[in-house]
């Protein structure tokens, strides 16, 4: 089989808020694979994924794709379900892996009663050929109720909990964890510097780190929440709200962050996939760590987690 070797050598990590149920859905479900197709990821964390009828928004791209996944709901799907007024679909967020998923766990997020739709993190383990490494994705509160003008204080507590949970889950590898989600904040907001903890002290002293983003082109479009977006309101500031955080490299560079970019970032077909735009990061890996191609991998099924 013909392909370029470099790329084995890299893990490719996206990070994508999928929208949910709104919009026109059933297209943007055929854009957002299209995209990930493209972009042949070798582990994708997700937020706002539908389940309906044993349907799942992000199991259906895995399967397509070849896959591995996980998923987990929220348990307060039902303020969600009042949006769209449909009672029978789900929400929550998602991990799709090239890996296997070893072991996986579910933090719920903390949020006062006025704010709580089931925001949660999710942890799955991936065994990939020379390291398993320990992923995250998770869904930060926005700022969505009526007499609430942001939410930034409920986010730091969110962001606290979040660096508790991945301290839990990290170790027993040389990977550095890795952090994806919609946390819903600007890049120089506090609850982004305490979770990194190298602006200000960390959440969990001695844990820190580095936003993915740092390591881009300055000059590259940086806005994952874009008024030029058809599914943003034309008045929305254009900001960087969507993460990848990982921990300061292992042994050798492992785990550094080699590129970096936006993703999703346009129609497909004439149809947005989301209203966000997708992060992309490349990892480093040792030689020897993808010597499997995606397209390899036999069909996995999905575990769920509730």
Not at 162 to 176: I, Y
Request: proline share 8%; glycine share 8%; with cysteine.
């Amino acid at each position: 089989m013909s392909r370029d070797r470099s790329r084995w050598l890299r893990l490719r990590v996206v990070t994508w808020n999928l929208w949910w149920r709104f919009g026109p859905w059933e297209e943007r479900q055929k854009a957002i694979l299209a995209v990930l197709r493209e972009l042949r990821s070798d582990v994708v964390g997700t937020q706002e994924v539908w389940e309906c009828d044993g349907q799942n928004l992000a199991g259906w791209p895995a399967d397509e794709l070849g896959m591995h996944w996980t998923w987990a709901a929220s348990d307060a799907s039902d303020r969600w379900q009042r949006r769209i007024g449909d009672t029978t679909v789900d929400v929550g967020n998602a991990v799709l892996s090239r890996w296997p998923v070893v072991a996986q766990e579910v933090l719920r997020l903390p949020a006062p009663e006025e704010l709580y739709d089931g925001r949660l993190a999710l942890h799955a383990r991936l065994a990939t050929p020379t390291h398993e490494v320990p992923f995250f994705t998770t869904h930060l509160t926005s700022a969505v109720h009526a007499s609430v003008v942001h939410a930034s204080g409920v986010r730091r507590e969110q962001v606290t909990a979040l660096a508790e949970f991945v301290a839990a889950h990290r170790s027993g590898t040389d990977f550095p964890p890795v952090v994806t989600g919609d946390f819903n904040a600007w890049p120089d907001s506090d609850e982004i510097r305490l979770f990194g903890g190298y602006k200000t002290s960390p959440a969990v002293p001695g844990q820190v780190f580095l936003d993915a983003w740092e390591y881009a082109d300055p000059t590259a479009p940086s806005a994952t929440w874009d008024p030029a977006n058809a599914h943003v309101g034309p008045h929305s500031p254009a900001v960087r709200i969507d993460y990848v955080h990982v921990g300061p490299p292992g042994p050798g560079g492992l785990g550094h962050v080699r590129s970096v970019r936006r993703a999703g970032d346009g129609p497909v077909g004439g149809v947005w996939p989301s209203d966000h735009a997708a992060v992309v990061a490349d990892l480093s890996l040792p030689p020897g760590g993808q010597d499997t191609p995606c397209e390899a991998v036999s069909h996995p099924g999905a575990l769920r987690l509730w």
